[in-house]
C-alpha cells in the first residue's frame, strides 16, 4: 500500500474513532435540552433531574462505563469494544427517543452514559496508536473538533426543532441513534490496533493494573487527574451558570442564546485547527499549555471583576473557548495516551476519566448551593479551578513532542 493510501486510513480510522467524542458532547448537550422538558411533562423535582443528569453521559455514568471499558479494551482488543458498545449506546437512546415513563428516562441516560465511557479510552487509544509519530497530536486534535461539533449540531437541530416541543428533542435523540449505528457498520470494517496486537503476542510478561499505581505510572496519573480534573469542574459547571450568563446580559431569546453557545464551540474548533493540531506535534508542549491556562485563567476572572455586560460575557466566551482548544482536554486526551504502556494504556485513561467524570457528578450536587450564595462566588471558585489546573500542568506536563510511543516506553522503563 502506498504511503498516501496509509495515510488516508489513517485519518479515516482517526475520524471514525473520534466520533466518539461527537456523540459523547451531543448527547450531554441533547439530553440537557430533553430534560427541561420532560421535567415539565412528568413533573420531576428538581433533585430527580439532578440526580439524572449527574448519572448520564456528563459524569458518573460515563465514568463507571470508562472504567469498565478502559479494562476490557485492553484485554478484549480495542476494536471489541469501539464496535459493540455503540449498539448500547444506541439502545440507550432508543429508549430516550421512545421514553412515555420516567422510569424509561433514568434508564436510557444511564445506559448511554455507561456506553458512552466506555468509548472513549477505546478511540482515544486506538488514534493514539494509529497515528503517525510525528502527526500524534494532529490526530487528537481532530477527535476534539468533533468533541466541539456534537453540541454546535445539536444545539441547532434544537433550535430548529423548537416548535415541536418533545417531538423535537427525540428527533435530535433519533439522529444520534443512526449515527451509532453508522459507526457500528463502519468500524467493523477496521482493523484492530497493531500495536494491541504485538503487545499480546510479546513475549515479555504483561504488567499488572497494579503497577499503574506506583512510581511513574502512579505520577502520571495524579498529574492528569489533577490537571484535566480541576479542569473539568469548571467545564462541568459552566453549563450550569452559562445560560444565567446570557440571561443577564439581555441574551434572553432562544436563538440568541443557542447563536452565542454555537459561537463559543466554533471559536473552540477554531483553536483547536489553528493552534492545537498545527503546534502540539512541534513546539514545547508544556508552554503551549501554560498560555491556554493564563488565557483560561483571565477570561474567568473578568466574571468574577466585572459587571456582567455584553462586552465582558463575550470576551469571556472567546477567551475561554480560544484558551480550551489547545489547554487541558485536547492535552488530556493526547497526554493520558502517551504516558502508559500499550497493555495499559486503555486501563489507564479509563481510570483517570471515570475519577474525573465521578469528582464532576458529586461536585454537581453542590453547584446549586453554590450559586445561591451570589455568582460572583461561583465565579471566584471556578476562577480557582483554572488556576490549580494550570498550576498543576505546569509543573507536571510531559515533553512527549516529536517521539514516538516506543521511544515514549523505553524512556519510562528507564526512568
Given at each position: ?11 479515516s480510522e482517526?475520524i ?8 459523547d ?48 479494551c ?6 471489541k ?20 415513563a ?42 476534539q ?20 416541543g ?9 439522529h ?5 449505528l ?108 501554560i ?17 456582567l ?14 484558551g ?92
Amino acid at each position: 500500500m502506498s504511503e498516501q493510501a496509509v495515510e488516508r486510513d489513517n485519518w479515516s480510522e482517526t475520524i471514525l474513532a473520534g466520533l466518539a467524542n461527537y456523540i459523547d458532547a451531543g448527547s450531554i448537550v441533547a439530553g440537557a435540552a430533553a430534560l427541561a422538558l420532560w421535567q415539565e411533562s412528568y413533573n420531576l423535582s428538581n433533585d430527580f433531574v439532578g440526580l439524572i443528569a449527574a448519572f448520564g453521559p456528563n459524569a458518573i455514568g460515563a465514568g463507571v462505563g470508562a472504567l469498565i471499558g478502559g479494562r476490557l479494551c485492553d484485554k478484549l482488543g480495542r476494536k471489541k469494544i469501539y464496535q459493540w458498545d455503540m449498539l448500547i449506546y444506541a439502545a440507550g437512546m432508543l429508549l430516550l427517543v421512545f421514553a412515555v415513563a420516567p422510569w424509561m428516562i433514568v434508564t436510557g441516560f444511564l445506559i448511554v452514559g455507561l456506553a458512552v465511557g466506555a468509548d472513549i479510552p477505546a478511540s482515544w487509544s486506538l488514534i493514539a496508536e494509529q497515528a503517525p509519530d510525528k502527526s500524534r497530536g494532529k490526530h487528537s486534535g481532530v477527535a476534539q473538533v468533533l468533541w466541539y461539533l456534537g453540541p454546535v449540531v445539536v444545539l441547532l437541530m434544537s433550535l430548529a426543532l423548537t416548535s415541536l416541543g418533545e417531538l423535537g428533542a427525540r428527533i435530535v435523540f433519533a439522529h444520534l441513534v443512526v449515527i451509532a449505528l453508522g459507526l457500528t457498520l463502519l468500524r467493523s470494517r477496521m482493523d484492530e490496533s497493531r500495536r494491541w496486537v504485538e503487545a499480546q503476542q510479546s513475549e515479555h510478561p504483561r504488567p499488572k493494573v497494579s503497577t499503574l499505581f506506583k512510581g511513574k505510572h502512579l505520577a502520571s496519573i495524579l498529574g492528569l487527574v489533577g490537571m484535566y480534573g480541576f479542569w473539568n469542574l469548571w467545564a462541568g459547571t459552566n453549563g450550569f451558570f452559562f445560560p444565567y450568563i446570557l440571561r443577564t446580559v439581555g441574551a434572553a431569546t432562544q436563538a440568541q442564546s443557542v447563536a452565542i453557545q454555537a459561537l463559543s464551540f466554533f471559536v473552540g474548533m477554531v483553536s483547536i485547527y489553528l493552534v492545537f493540531m498545527k503546534l502540539a506535534d512541534k513546539v514545547n508542549q508544556r508552554w503551549l499549555f501554560i498560555v491556554s491556562a493564563v488565557i483560561q485563567v483571565i477570561g474567568m476572572a473578568l466574571l468574577a471583576l466585572f459587571p456582567l455586560t455584553i462586552p465582558i460575557a463575550l470576551l469571556y466566551v472567546v477567551l475561554l473557548q480560544f484558551g480550551g482548544g489547545f489547554g487541558a482536554q485536547s492535552f488530556f486526551q493526547l497526554w493520558s495516551a502517551e504516558q502508559f504502556p500499550t497493555a495499559l494504556r486503555a486501563t489507564a485513561q479509563g481510570v483517570c476519566f471515570a475519577v474525573v467524570r465521578i469528582a464532576l457528578g458529586v461536585f454537581s450536587f453542590f453547584v446549586p448551593m453554590l450559586n445561591a450564595t451570589g455568582f460572583t462566588n461561583l465565579a471566584w471558585i471556578l476562577t480557582g479551578f483554572l488556576i490549580m489546573s494550570g498550576l498543576i500542568g505546569a509543573l507536571w506536563a510531559p515533553r512527549n513532542e516529536g517521539k514516538s510511543l516506543d521511544q515514549l516506553e523505553a524512556e519510562r522503563r528507564t526512568a
